[in-house]
């Protein structure tokens, strides 16, 4: 198993630029979500997933959009880039969101950084 | 709401010393808690998790943390620490009534020659 995969590793875009974040799972888990790293704060969930054709918001969904048309893929989506989104993102994946005590399975991370 | 609080952003040690990072948490209701590692370029891994039963609770790489339901505290340790061990170190915790995790700021260790 290739566990929770994310592409790019690392992206440099220009405010107001558009781009879609893949992420992808091969662990047939029904819950994904997507995080931003930012130093001293922990991670903050951006939106998550309960399954295909489910999606909801997290802590801090602005700027950001989400779809979820198959099990494996949880693409995420910046539409107008801007410096305050720059971060590392992570995707991640449990078996069962309704499931507390799961463990979640991130990805490597993608780093962006917004000019 | 819940929350958590880990007290130190950083602690700097010397290999094969103990370590103990701290974690507090704040809830009305029973909780779950979760730390997990991050070494440097990599993502989160589970380190270890308190469901239910025994307080003291071992994970991998010899990291071990005790769930204190009066000091609502869920502190790591280990009793000799290797430069391996360099990562940075996140609590979190859930509930049956919150399925998302709640994440604290998060420890870097920094082990010492």
């Known amino acids: 198993n290739a566990g929770v995969t994310q592409t790019p590793k690392f992206q440099v875009l220009k405010t107001g630029q558009s781009m879609t974040l893949q992420c992808a799972q091969d662990m047939n888990h029904e819950y994904m979500s997507w995080y931003r790293q930012d130093p001293g704060m922990g991670l903050r969930l951006i939106h998550y997933s309960v399954g295909a054709g489910i999606t909801d918001q997290g802590e801090v969904p602005n700027g950001y959009n989400v779809s979820r048309s198959t099990t494996e893929d949880f693409p995420l989506r910046l539409l107008s880039a801007a410096p305050s989104q720059t971060s590392v993102y992570f995707c991640?994946?449990?078996?069962?969101?309704?499931?507390?005590?799961?463990?979640?399975?991130f990805g490597p991370g993608t780093r962006l950084t917004v000019l | 709401a819940q929350s958590v609080t880990q007290l130190d952003s950083q602690v700097p040690v010397f290999e094969e010393a103990p370590v103990e990072l701290r974690c507090n948490y704040s809830s009305s209701v029973s909780v779950y808690l979760f730390w997990y590692v991050q070494y440097p370029n990599q993502g989160l891994q589970l380190l270890l998790k308190?469901?239910?039963?025994s307080t003291l609770v071992k994970g991998i790489n010899g990291f071990e943390a005790e769930f204190n339901k009066s000091q609502t505290s869920f502190h790591l340790r280990k009793p000799s620490v290797h430069i391996s061990d360099t990562a940075e170190y996140f609590c979190a915790v859930s509930s049956r009534s919150n399925y998302q995790l709640i994440w604290g700021a998060g420890t870097k260790l920094i082990i010492k020659p």
């Open positions: 308190y469901l239910s039963g």
């Open positions: 991640a994946s449990k078996t069962d969101g309704s499931v507390n005590t799961d463990t979640q399975y």
